[in-house]
C-alpha cells in the first residue's frame, strides 16, 4: 500500500476532504443506521420500513450545492447498507430503492449530477446483510443472531451475489472513483474482487476494510487511537467522522458535536497527510436537515480561508512543540495550531526568521521575532517566536499561519 498510486487513483491525495452520505430506509424510522440491529427488530418489523420511504424532495444538486460549498471534493453514499437495502436498481434482489413508493433510482440520479459537475463520487457497501438468505449470520457484531426462518446460509453464494451487484454498480453508473467497504464479520480472503473493481474503474479507491488490504487504511472516528500520536502518514489514509454523536444515518433529536471540535479533528488529519470524511444522515425525505447543513457550511467558511495549507506536504519534526502540526510547500511552511493554550507560539527549534507570518484565517500579519526564551535558556541562540495571537478572537477555529521564509528550512 502506497502514499502514492501513481495512476488514476492519484485524485484522491488532492481530493483531501469529502462528505460522507448514511442514506437509506432507516431515515424513516429516524433513529439510527443501524435500526434494526440495535432495536432488535425482526425482517417482518424492519423491512416494511421499505414501503413508506418515499423521498420527494431528493435533489442531487442540493446535496452538491451544500458538498462544494463546505470545500468538499469527492463524495461517498451507503449503497447497502447492514440492513441489506438496495440504494439502486439492482437486477439481483427485489429489496431496492426502486420498489419504494419513490419508485426511483436514486444513484443514477446522484450519479448524473455527479458526474456533470465533475465530483468524484464513491461507493459504500456493506458486506453485512440482515436480507439475503445466503448470509451467515452468526450473532456476531452487526449480524442478526443467527439464521433466519427460510435461510440457507452459505458464504460462497453469498459473496457471489456480492460479487454480481459490485459488478452492477461498477458498470452502471459510469466513473467510479472507490468503494468503501464495511462491515466484514467474516474470515475470508479474496483479493479477485477488489482486482474486479480495478480493472473496471481504474480510478477507484479501495478502503481497507475488503476481503485484502486494500489501496486506502481507513480510521473510524476516535476508535483506534494510534491515530493520534502518528507525526505524519506513510501510507493512504482516510479518516471518517460523523456530526452527529449518536448515528451516522438521520436521526431525529441527535446530538451534535460542535464545529470546534470538528474543525480540530479535520485539521489533524489534513495536515499529518490524510484524507477525511465527514457524514451527515439525509431525512427520509431526501434532504440533508438545514442544521446539519448549517454545520457543514460553518466548517466550509473555515475550510475555504484556510485550505492552501492542506495542499502543502506534511512535514513532521520541523518543531518540537506538541501543538502545533506543519506542512510545507517550497519555501512556506503552514503551522497548524490545533491546540492552543496560549497567545505566544514558539517554533522551536527554528532559527531563521519568516520574511512574513500570515493568518490565514482572516489575512492579517503577525508579527515574528528571533528571541531568547527562559524555556530554552540551556541552548544557545534564540528561535522563531510568533507573540500575541489572535486566540480569543480565534477561539472557535483552528489557526492556521503561512510563513514564508527566504530559503527551505
Known amino acids: 500500500m502506497n502514499r502514492w498510486f501513481s495512476d488514476a487513483r492519484d485524485w484522491f491525495q488532492t481530493a483531501k476532504y469529502g462528505l460522507f452520505l448514511h442514506w437509506g430506509i432507516y431515515a424513516v424510522g429516524a433513529w439510527h443506521e443501524q435500526h434494526q440491529y440495535r432495536k432488535r427488530l425482526s425482517r417482518p418489523e424492519y423491512e416494511p420500513f421499505m414501503h413508506h420511504f418515499n423521498p420527494v424532495d431528493f435533489d442531487p444538486d442540493r446535496w452538491l450545492d451544500i458538498a462544494e460549498a463546505a470545500g468538499m471534493r469527492y463524495l461517498v453514499i451507503t449503497t447497502k447498507h447492514i440492513d441489506g437495502f438496495c440504494m439502486w436498481d439492482s437486477a439481483l434482489t427485489d429489496y431496492k430503492i426502486t420498489n419504494t413508493p419513490y419508485g426511483r433510482d436514486t444513484l443514477a440520479m446522484l450519479a448524473e449530477a455527479c458526474h456533470r459537475r465533475g465530483m468524484p463520487l464513491c461507493l459504500y457497501y456493506s458486506f453485512v446483510d440482515h436480507h439475503h438468505p445466503n448470509y451467515p449470520n452468526e450473532g456476531r457484531a452487526h449480524e442478526l443472531p443467527g439464521p433466519q426462518p427460510g435461510d440457507e446460509p452459505d458464504l460462497d453464494r453469498y459473496l457471489d451475489y456480492v460479487r454480481g451487484q459490485i459488478r452492477e454498480l461498477c458498470t452502471n453508473y459510469g466513473p467510479i472513483h472507490g468503494i468503501w467497504w464495511d462491515a466484514r464479520r467474516f474470515e475470508k480472503d479474496d483479493p479477485s474482487l477488489n482486482a474486479m473493481i480495478h480493472e473496471l474503474q481504474p480510478a477507484a479507491v479501495i478502503n481497507s476494510r475488503g476481503l485484502d488490504p486494500g489501496d486506502v487504511v481507513v480510521y473510524e472516528r476516535d476508535y483506534d487511537k494510534e491515530i493520534h500520536s502518528m507525526p505524519a502518514f506513510t501510507v493512504a489514509t482516510e479518516a471518517c467522522q460523523a456530526i452527529g454523536q449518536q448515528s451516522w444515518g438521520y ?159
Open 251 to 409: 436521526r431525529e433529536g441527535e446530538d451534535y458535536f460542535t464545529v470546534k471540535f470538528l474543525i480540530q479533528s479535520i485539521d489533524r488529519i489534513l495536515a499529518k497527510g490524510g484524507n477525511y470524511l465527514l457524514n451527515v444522515g439525509p431525512t427520509a425525505k431526501g434532504c440533508i436537515a438545514p442544521n446539519e447543513a448549517e454545520i457543514l457550511r460553518r466548517i466550509g467558511d473555515w475550510y475555504q480561508r484556510v485550505g492552501e495549507a492542506f495542499a502543502a506536504e506534511a512535514v513532521p519534526g520541523l518543531t518540537d512543540n506538541r501543538q502545533v502540526l506543519t506542512t510545507r510547500r517550497g519555501n512556506t511552511v503552514y503551522a497548524h495550531l490545533h491546540e492552543v493554550t496560549g497567545d505566544g507560539l514558539v517554533l522551536h527549534p527554528i532559527r531563521q526568521l519568516p520574511d512574513r507570518v500570515v493568518l490565514l484565517n482572516d489575512g492579517r500579519e503577525l508579527t515574528a521575532r528571533l528571541d531568547d526564551l527562559p524555556i530554552y535558556h540551556r541552548e544557545e541562540g534564540p528561535c522563531l517566536h510568533i507573540p500575541r495571537l489572535p486566540v480569543e478572537e480565534m477561539q472557535n477555529e483552528v489557526m492556521v499561519l503561512r510563513l514564508d521564509f527566504p530559503a527551505a528550512l
